[in-house]
């Protein structure tokens, strides 16, 4: 089976650093990809990491480690219109590649 | 250019009726999936397609159906509602099935069994 785990809720204040991490248990792993969500609305996607190490785009970093089945997404100089809601999603094998997201961490932005 | 379009935006329905949602898109992908959302457990997969004909279950496909005649469309249907069906229905496509591909979801059906 496949399992994700990722903290439920986060709170922090604007122009902060943040760190929602993952940790993944799948067959046939492929990558780690975040999803944001705000309420009411539908999921977009804001990163995706097949290999190890670090990737940027602007305020946001994701990070993974394969060999600790370890990733997380870094939000930086925090503004209020980031508080939503991130999922990891990961790719596992069974049949067809199919894409499994964790519950996702609730982020709350506070003044 | 639409994207993912998904209809109806809204639903009631009365246990045991049965219907379908649906979903369309126009990027010409080849990977479309249906997801449920309640609170608290995040997007859980019921089905998905890798291209037309074929299909496969996800990790909640109980007491739903999907079929893909055309590369566009990739309806939802609820055979005979229950209450624990109540969600937010989230249909995602995406070029290729590749987890590097960026999933485009459609704005969600909300749906409530009475």
């Known amino acids: 089976g496949q399992s994700l785990e990722q903290p439920s809720e986060v709170t922090a204040v604007e122009g902060a650093i943040v760190q929602i991490n993952c940790t993944y248990q799948?067959?046939?792993?492929?990558?780690l990809s975040w999803y944001q969500q705000h309420d009411g609305g539908a999921p977009t996607f804001l990163s995706y990491?097949?290999?190890?190490g670090l990737e940027e785009t602007g305020r946001f970093s994701s990070f993974l480690s394969r060999s600790d089945s370890y990733g997380y997404l870094l939000l930086q100089e925090l503004q209020m219109k980031d508080s939503a809601s991130y999922f990891c999603?990961?790719?596992?094998?069974?049949?067809?590649?199919?894409?499994?997201f964790g519950a996702g961490t609730r982020l709350a932005v506070h003044p | 250019n639409a994207g993912v379009t998904q209809t109806p935006k809204f639903q009631v329905l009365k246990t045991g009726q049965s219907m379908t949602l649906q979903c369309a898109q126009d990027?010409?992908?080849?990977?479309m999936s249906w997801y449920r959302q309640d609170p608290g457990m995040g997007l859980r997969l019921i089905h998905y397609?890798?291209?037309?004909?074929?299909?496969d279950q996800g990790e909640v496909p109980n007491g739903y159906n999907v079929s893909r005649s055309t590369t566009e469309d990739f309806p939802l249907r609820l055979l005979s509602a229950a209450p624990s069906q109540t969600s937010v229905y989230f249909c995602?496509?995406?070029?290729?099935?590749?987890?590097?591909?960026?999933?485009?979801f459609g704005d969600g059906t909300r749906l409530s069994i009475l």
């Open positions: 990027m010409n992908h080849e990977y």
């Open positions: 799948t067959s046939g792993f492929y990558g």
């Open positions: 990491n097949g290999l190890d």
């Open positions: 999603a990961v790719l596992t094998t069974g049949g067809y590649n199919k894409l499994i």
């Open positions: 995602a496509s995406s070029y290729m099935q590749g987890s590097n591909q960026p999933q485009h």
């Open positions: 397609s890798v291209g037309a004909g074929i299909t």
